[in-house]
């Protein structure tokens, strides 16, 4: 069993920053790829950001490429997520998941733990 359990949210203009953490408690003995999903109201889930095993490879989605970066950190068992020059429509509840294999993907299908969300709202 995994436990994950994201901070960091709240609310911030648009051209602001937040950086959301995910911190993972329980089996986390071995390192497993990590991401970032977003759900919008009445909208699906959506990937966000991904990064290997050992943080030197990510991917990101065509609109927050060169606006936010994915990290980790596997001493402390936590993920990041920096966003930067924030805009109205990254208003959602973010979710970190761990993924099922030692590969990462877009597909929220191949994550097999989640944590419970965070809200980021951003005005305009």
């Known amino acids: 069993q995994v436990q994950l359990v994201e901070s960091g949210g709240g609310l911030v203009q648009a051209g602001g920053s937040l950086r959301l953490s995910c911190a993972a408690s329980?089996?986390?003995?071995?390192?497993?790829?990590m991401a970032w999903f977003r759900q919008a109201p009445g909208k699906e889930r959506e990937f966000v950001a991904a990064i290997n095993r050992r943080g030197g490879s990510t991917s990101y989605t065509d609109s927050v490429k060169g606006r936010f970066t994915i990290s980790r950190d596997n001493a402390k068992n936590t993920v990041y997520l920096q966003m930067n020059s924030l805009k109205p429509e990254d208003t959602a509840i973010y979710y970190c998941?761990?993924?099922?294999?030692?590969?990462?993907?877009?597909?929220?299908?191949?994550?097999?733990?989640w944590g419970q969300g965070t809200q980021v709202t951003v005005s305009s």
């Open positions: 329980g089996r986390t003995d071995s390192m497993y790829p």
């Open positions: 998941a761990k993924a099922r294999g030692q590969t990462w993907s877009r597909r929220s299908y191949d994550y097999d733990y």
